[in-house]
């Protein structure tokens, strides 16, 4: 039986890992397997610099590349994911781009020799930002709407926990550690008024001894980490936020998640977080303030998922 071989790579780390993970679950039959190349060593030798032809040295670097039915990137500011695009044009190999969400935009797709005439989208929201931002370089590019697969696996792989009422977390969102530490004064009062213990959980981009600094007087180092978001979150009874996809994905692991609303800082993903049913919170003469929706997320269907992979790895065929 021949398999479709399919690879991923991508710069940040937490959300490509996911998409990896969700993807591998999705497509997880005989006619598919999924590959995940991590392979920090290689992969810096592209990221900080835009190459514009590659060289027989070049190849042996990539040669994971190679025979691959499909190779999928994450989308970042950095050049390692338009290098991966401009090798895979040049050695005819088929490749996509996955945006994960509508933030950042121009930036990940600017300062390339190529774009790509495939792109992968969990909404059609970020297919409406890549339009708006490229309307000339989009006409020969293919965008299909794959759905938040990140939220098929999270509601059928991993264990639903029960909602704990021992502590409160909230996520950074890589906007500003002064504003969000002034943010989180405020919360960890509503947690200590509650009886409750307040975690942080950092942003995968950020610095954590920046944060630890930051946070030294407000909360315990013990109670501040990255990259154990999951764990973490077991515990919590609720989860705050401003702008992170992690408030998306916490809310299909049943969580009462909510983002500040009414805040410029999270103008990009608000609608995504309305619409996808995520609730908010705002202050009033310093009280906290819960506002609910009532919308629930409507995670992919894994046979639509299937579908369309298969008709992108057959139409590459032709």
């Known amino acids: 039986m021949v398999q479709n071989k399919i690879l991923v790579i991508g710069h940040q780390k937490a959300s490509i890992e996911l998409f990896y993970k969700s993807l591998k679950h999705i497509l997880n039959n005989n006619f598919y397997k999924i590959f995940y190349w991590n392979d920090n060593f290689i992969q810096k030798k592209f990221t900080d610099k835009l190459i514009y032809t590659f060289e027989l040295k070049h190849k042996n ?164 980490n990255q990259g154990k978001l999951l764990q973490t979150s077991k515990e919590a009874h609720e989860i705050f936020g401003v702008s992170t996809m992690a408030l998306l994905d916490m809310h299909i692991f049943g969580k009462d998640v909510f983002f500040l609303d009414g805040n410029q800082k999270n103008s990009k993903l608000r609608p995504l977080f309305k619409k996808y049913g995520i609730n908010s919170f705002r202050f009033y003469q310093n009280n906290l303030i819960k506002i609910k929706n009532k919308k629930y997320i409507v995670t992919p269907n894994r046979n639509e998922v299937i579908k369309i992979f298969k008709n992108i790895l057959n139409g590459s065929k032709k």
């Open 61 to 224: 670097d990539l040669k994971n590349l190679h025979n691959k039915s499909m190779i999928i990137t994450g989308t970042s500011g950095v050049y390692l994911e338009k290098n991966i695009w401009t090798y895979c044009h040049q050695y005819n190999l088929n490749y996509a781009a996955y945006v994960d969400s509508t933030v950042n935009i121009r930036v990940r797709f600017s300062n390339s020799n190529i774009f790509p005439k495939l792109i992968l989208v969990p909404d059609e929201s970020v297919t409406k930002k890549i339009k708006c931002f490229f309307p000339n370089k989009i006409k020969n590019t293919k965008i299909i709407n794959i759905g938040f697969i990140s939220h098929y696996y999270l509601k059928h792989k991993l264990k639903k926990t029960n909602k704990s009422r021992k502590s409160i977390l909230y996520v950074t969102s890589d906007i500003s550690i002064f504003y969000e530490t002034k943010l989180i004064a405020k919360i960890n009062e509503y947690a200590f008024e509650n009886k409750k213990k307040l975690y942080v959980c950092i942003h995968p981009r950020e610095n954590l001894k920046k944060w630890k600094h930051s946070l030294k007087k407000l909360i315990s180092s013990d109670n501040i």
